[in-house]
């Protein structure tokens, strides 16, 4: 992870992974499609009512390179009745549009739309795909998503949380 995060944040994100909602899926899968709604996101189609996941988005841009990710966001329920939402980024960077290296005829190492670009009109043609010119993706749990789909369902406890943990970090328990 890169960033400054707080002792607040942190303590406030891994209390959300602890949550359990009493409540039916449908509300608690709708509360985290408006969460990805206020994020910018759109959903794809799903099959599966307790999966929500987003298409690729793309920051930066294709000259220098970007980084393009997607989130994931899944309930799972539990025998009680209870369900555990579990919220997951994954995501990967892209190099700037540049040619490959040209590879010598002998050589079978290399797929067969990785030959050399013969003209800038190919270059500039083509995007940068995701498999080929990126770095390995990376999937991760997304704590602050799914802090945020806490807070929409239940602001109250949210707030109590909030209230104790600035306290905890204000007493030096950090």
Not at 18 to 41: F, H, I, K, W
Not at 121 to 127: Q, R
Not at 156 to 169: H, L, N, P, S
């Amino acid at each position: 992870m890169t960033g400054c995060a707080t002792p607040q944040k942190g303590l406030l994100e891994r209390t959300s992974s602890y949550v359990l909602y009493d409540l039916p899926t449908g509300t608690v899968m709708q509360a985290a499609a408006e969460v990805l709604g206020e994020r910018g996101y759109t959903l794809l189609p799903s099959t599966d009512p307790r999966l929500l996941h987003t298409p690729w988005k793309v920051d930066g841009n294709f000259d220098m390179g970007s980084r393009w990710s997607r989130l994931y966001i899944e309930s799972r329920p539990r025998p009680d009745g209870r369900v555990r939402v579990r919220a997951y980024e994954l995501y990967a960077s892209t190099y700037g549009r540049t040619q490959l290296l040209p590879a010598m005829p002998a050589d079978q190492a290399y797929a067969p739309d990785e030959q050399s670009h013969t003209t800038p009109t190919v270059l500039i043609a083509s995007e940068p795909s995701l498999p080929i010119h990126s770095s390995r993706p990376v999937m991760r749990r997304n704590l602050e998503l799914e802090w945020a789909i806490l807070e929409r369902l239940n602001p109250q406890f949210a707030g109590r949380v909030k209230e104790q943990v600035d306290r905890y970090v204000a007493q030096g328990g950090h």
